[in-house]
C-alpha cells in the first residue's frame, strides 16, 4: 500500500502564502503523477494542479500563476506553494499519486487525508 500524509495547512489571510506538502510512503515501485485536488464546503473536489514523473507541471486556471507546484523524488514528496491567496482557495487540500507497489501491479491513485486551509482576515 501506499500511504499519504499532507501537512501544512491553516489559517491565512486573503493575499498571505501557505506552502502545503505531501509524504508519499509504504511499500512503492514507482510513483508516477502527483497532483493536489481540493473539496470546498458544499462543492465537488476539484483538480488543482499536477506534476509529472518527468517533472512537466499543469494547473487549473484559476490557479495559474498563484500556485507553484514542486516534487522531490528521492524523498517521494510533492509540495504546493500558494501565494496571494483568496478566501475562495478555502477548501480541504488532497494529495493524490498515481502509483504501483510492484512492477506487474496495475497503476492505481491513492489519496492523503487532506489538509485543511482557511483564508479570511
Known amino acids: 500500500q501506499v500511504q499519504l500524509v499532507e501537512s501544512g495547512g491553516g489559517l491565512v489571510q486573503p493575499g498571505g502564502s501557505l506552502r502545503l506538502s505531501c509524504a508519499a510512503s509504504?511499500?512503492?515501485?514507482?510513483?508516477?503523477?502527483m497532483r493536489w485536488y481540493r473539496q470546498a464546503p458544499g462543492k465537488q473536489r476539484e483538480w488543482v494542479a499536477s506534476?509529472?514523473?518527468?517533472?512537466?507541471?499543469n494547473y487549473a486556471d484559476s490557479e495559474k500563476g498563484r500556485f507553484t507546484i514542486s516534487r522531490e523524488y528521492a524523498k517521494n514528496t510533492v509540495d504546493l506553494q500558494m501565494n496571494s491567496l483568496k478566501p475562495e482557495d478555502t477548501a480541504v487540500y488532497y494529495c493524490?499519486?498515481?502509483?504501483?507497489?510492484?512492477?506487474?501491479?496495475?497503476?492505481?491513485?491513492?489519496w492523503g487525508k487532506g489538509t485543511p486551509v482557511t483564508v479570511s482576515s
Open positions: 493524490n499519486a498515481r502509483a504501483q507497489i510492484r512492477n506487474s501491479d496495475p497503476v492505481m491513485d491513492y
Open positions: 509504504g511499500s512503492i515501485f514507482r510513483i508516477y503523477d
Open positions: 506534476i509529472t514523473s518527468a517533472g512537466n507541471t
